[in-house]
């Protein structure tokens, strides 16, 4: 919100520029206090569902930056797999945070830093991708599935081969996680999969975007995406109220609001 309030304010030199953001930052403190009661986590989702219909590609031109900065694993799926009997969810365990999370909530390697920093560079290139079985209707973690992507040079396409998979303290894991696992694997030979992980690899291989997907300036739609989704969960008059707060604040007269 306030990197979204600040660019639209704008900040002619530095010195506008540190006035505007302490600005931001004490109004926007007293805008989260307001909106306390409303319950924060219900607007921050009313906000992203938002940016969301605004800009349907937003979030995957954001995960694109990510990945293409290494800040993100690259997925094996564009979103979250559900198995066809609707018990289980199969996602890609794409962060550090994400990694050690899985890893604690099932007591394996994951959980600790060593272990963790090993995968994450195994993974880092796009040849191995690691998985989450998490249970469908409470989110628990019930799983974990080592998956290595062998490509095939020359056709663009890949093989799938599970190397291994666990539950909970590294034992078997059930015939349902396992199905799971099967049906996944099965899914992953879809178009839509296989172009996912070209796109995936270009960015890792050339740090450009290279697909339909992310052919516009990512940082000028997002800004745009974030202002439109800022104005409909806050209300366009209290955004448009705060902007011309903060363009008063930049200019050094906020005392008159």
């Known amino acids: 919100m306030r990197t979204t309030l600040g660019r639209d304010a704008g900040a002619p030199s530095v010195d506008a520029e540190a006035v505007l953001m302490r600005f931001l930052e004490e109004r926007l403190d007293k805008l989260l206090t307001d909106l306390a009661p ?16 605004v800009f349907p590609d937003a979030i995957a031109r954001e995960e694109a930056e990510r990945i293409k900065s290494r800040k993100m694993l690259l997925p094996l799926l564009p979103q979250d797999f559900v198995t066809a009997d609707g018990s289980r969810v199969v996602r890609s365990l794409t962060t550090g945070a994400e990694l050690q999370e899985h890893g604690e909530a099932l007591e394996i390697c994951l959980a600790g830093g060593w272990q963790r920093f090993r995968y994450r560079f195994a993974c880092q290139h796009g040849g191995r991708i690691l998985l989450g079985i998490l249970d469908a209707v409470t989110g628990a973690p019930l799983s974990t599935a080592d998956i290595r992507l062998n490509r095939v040079a020359g056709f663009g396409a890949c093989t799938l ?52 997907r992310f052919a516009q300036p990512a940082d000028i739609l997002w800004h745009a995406a974030d202002r439109e989704a800022l104005r409909t969960t806050l209300g366009a008059e209290r955004y448009d109220s705060l902007l011309a707060e903060a363009v008063r604040a930049r200019r050094g007269d906020a005392s008159e609001g």
């Open 38 to 53: 409303q319950g924060l986590a219900q607007v921050a989702d009313a906000f992203r569902a938002e940016r969301a219909r």
């Open 161 to 212: 081969e599970l190397k291994q998979h666990t539950a909970r303290r590294n034992t078997p894991p059930s015939p349902t996680c396992r199905r799971a696992v099967s049906e996944l694997l099965v899914h992953c030979r879809s178009p839509e999969v296989r172009r996912h992980l070209l796109e995936g690899w270009h960015l890792l291989s050339y740090g450009s975007t290279g697909g339909a």
